[in-house]
C-alpha cells in the first residue's frame, strides 16, 4: 500500500474538521439551551419573580429577563447569521482581474499571479486556500469549528458582532446570576445547576473576550487572522506596473511589518463593519466591497512605487 500523499492527509484532516464542524455547533446550542432553561426558569422566575421576597427583588428578577433576552436574542442571531452565509469562494472567475492595467496586486515569489495549487485558481488579493473546506476563499480569515464555516469576507462582519455581543450576555449572565444569588442568602451551598451557569458563562466570556480583542485589534490594522500571524515580520510579495513611469511589470517585496491596507482606525472599521452606524450593530448587511479589490494604504503605494522605480 502506498504511504498517504499530502493530498490524502489534507482531506483526512478536511473530513475530520468538517465532521467537528458538525458537532461543535450542535454542543454549543445543547448547552446554551440549557443554560438560557436554568437562568431563565430557576434563578429568575423561581427564585426571584414567584417566591415573594418583595416588590425590589421581583422587580430585579424581572429587569434581568428582559435584559438577558435582548443580549441573548442577539447574539442567537448574529451566529445563525454566520451559519447560513454563503461563504465567498474564489472560484475561476478572478483572470480578469489580473491583467497589465492593475497598478498593484499581491504575486507569487516569482513574481507571476498567485495560483492556487489544489484549487488551481487564481487568488485575488488577501484570499487563501482554506484546509478544511479544500477551496479558495476570499479574504480568508480562518476556519472556526464552533460554527462549521470559513470566516471570510462574506462573514467576517457577523462573526465580529457574535463575539461581541456573545462577550456581553455571558457578562451579564454571570455577574446578574452572582448578585441574586448574593441578595437570597437562603442557600447554604451554592445549587449545581447555578454551578454550571456560572461556569458556562464564565468561559463564554473569557473565551470570547479574548477572540473579540484579538479580532478588534486586526480590525483596526485593516488586517485578517492569516494576515496578523506574524505580521510584524511578514513580507508581501507584490507586481506593481504605474503606466506613466514604467513599461513593464516588476516584482517588488515590502518590509517586515508594513501594513498594506491599513487606511486608519477609521476607514479600516467601516471597511468591515460597513459606513452606516446602525450596520455596526445589527447583522444584517454584510462588509461592503466585491472581495476582491481592497483599497492600498497612499503611502505604502508610494513606497512600492518608489522601489519599482529604482529597481
Known sequence: MPPPTDFDRQL?????QKFLGVVYPL???????????????????????????????????????????????ISYLCYFRVLISNTSYCGDT????????APIFICGPNGAPRICGTCKCWLPDRSHHSRVSMKCVKKFDHYCGFVGKDICFSNHKFFYQLLFYGTIASLFVL?????????????????????????SS???????????FRQTVFLLLNLNSHEGR????RVYHFSVFFPEQM??????QSDPGDLPWDLGYSKN??????????????PFRRSPGDGMHYEYNPSFLHKMRLKATSS
Open 230 to 233: 506574524n505580521w510584524k515580520s
Open 175 to 199: 455577574v446578574s446570576t452572582a448578585i441574586m444569588y448574593a441578595r437570597k442568602g437562603e442557600y447554604r451551598s451554592l445549587p449545581g445547576t447555578w454551578i454550571f451557569v456560572l461556569i
Open 202 to 212: 464564565g468561559f463564554g466570556a473569557l473565551f470570547m473576550g479574548a477572540l473579540l
Open 94 to 101: 478572478n483572470l480578469d482581474y489580473y491583467n497589465n492595467t
Open 247 to 252: 513599461t513593464t511589470r516588476v516584482h517588488v
Open 269 to 282: 472599521w467601516r471597511s468591515v463593519m460597513g459606513d452606516r452606524w446602525y450596520d455596526w450593530f445589527l
Open 27 to 73: 454542543a454549543i446550542l445543547l448547552v446554551t439551551g440549557y443554560v438560557v432553561w436554568v437562568y431563565v426558569a430557576l434563578i429568575c422566575v423561581n427564585s426571584n419573580i414567584k417566591i415573594k421576597h418583595g416588590y425590589r427583588a421581583m422587580g430585579a428578577g424581572v429587569t434581568f429577563l428582559v435584559l438577558f433576552f435582548s443580549s441573548a436574542a
Open 12 to 16: 483526512k484532516f478536511s473530513k475530520i
